[in-house]
Nanobody, 117 residues
Framework: QVQLVESGGGLVQPGGSLRLSCAASGTVFRFVNMGWYRQAPGKQRELVAAMTFGGSTNYADSVKGRFTISRDNTKNTVYLQMNILKPEDTAVYYC???????????WGQGTQVTVSS
């Protein structure tokens, strides 16, 4: 089993920045995709950013140019740098790990990000 531990959430003013971290432990294989999702109250969980093991990335249109996903494979850690934060970015952010070869999917517990004055 894989465990995902997230950190870095908190309260920030509009225009501010946060960096989320997600450390994977347990049996972590090399060829996995990792990403970040978020869910705001009353809304469905949505993809924020994802990165394949090869380095390809995908971003939600709402965060393009503001958020950057990165990963350190030696540490089994994925990051989400969030800049120019807006109130609509307020949500619980979840780390995701997927192993395409087996279709196994794992989720973190979620970390709250609140953007407010």
């Amino acid at each position: 089993q894989v465990q995902l531990v997230e950190s870095g959430g908190g309260l920030v003013q509009p225009g501010g920045s946060l960096r989320l971290s997600c450390a994977a432990s347990g049996t972590v294989f090399r060829f996995v995709n990792m990403g970040w999702y978020r869910q705001a109250p009353g809304k469905q969980r949505e993809l924020v950013a994802a990165m394949t093991f090869g380095g390809s990335t995908n971003y939600a249109d709402s965060v393009k140019g503001r958020f950057t996903i990165s990963r350190d494979n030696t540490k089994n850690t994925v990051y989400l740098q969030m800049n120019i934060l807006k109130p609509e970015d307020t949500a619980v952010y979840y780390c995701n790990l997927r192993r395409p070869s087996s279709s196994d999917t794992y989720w973190g517990q979620g970390t709250q990000v609140t953007v407010s004055s």
